[in-house]
């Protein structure tokens, strides 16, 4: 059985840091996974979930041009997590956070529950 459970957010002042967790349950995160794992932004609002990070197959990673230099997405295999390091916040960072694992087949999907990070300026 898949579990994703998120850890980690909350509030941070502008050019604060936070970091997010997400504990991988049922999946080998590992080089040659079957999954590509990462976090999803839903910002105040809006109705779908956008891409913010993730690491393909349990190797490359790759994040969206916005945080680009701000957040670092890395996997520890031997606690199975995947977490993301959010350096120099913006208010625009804010928003529900959700763990996200998807086989590169697309035949399977799964979410975590979501976890709320505020930035305030």
């Known amino acids: 059985q898949v579990q994703l459970v998120e850890s980690g957010g909350g509030s941070a002042q502008s050019g604060g840091s936070l970091t997010l967790s997400c504990l991988v349950g049922?999946?080998?995160?590992?080089?040659?996974?079957?999954?590509?794992v990462g976090w999803y932004r839903q910002v105040p609002g809006g109705r779908q979930r956008d891409l913010v990070a993730?690491?393909?197959?349990?190797?490359?990673?790759r994040l969206t041009d916005s945080v680009k230099g701000r957040f670092v997405i890395s996997g520890d295999r031997s606690k199975n997590t995947v977490d993301l390091r959010m350096n120099d916040l913006k208010p625009e960072d804010t928003g529900v956070y959700y763990c996200?694992?998807?086989?590169?087949?697309?035949?399977?999907?799964?979410w975590g529950q979501g976890i709320q990070v505020t930035v305030s300026s």
């Open positions: 996200n694992a998807r086989s590169v087949s697309l035949s399977s999907e799964f």
């Open positions: 049922g999946i080998w995160i590992g080089v040659a996974s079957a999954y590509d």
């Open positions: 993730s690491i393909i197959q349990g190797g490359q990673t």
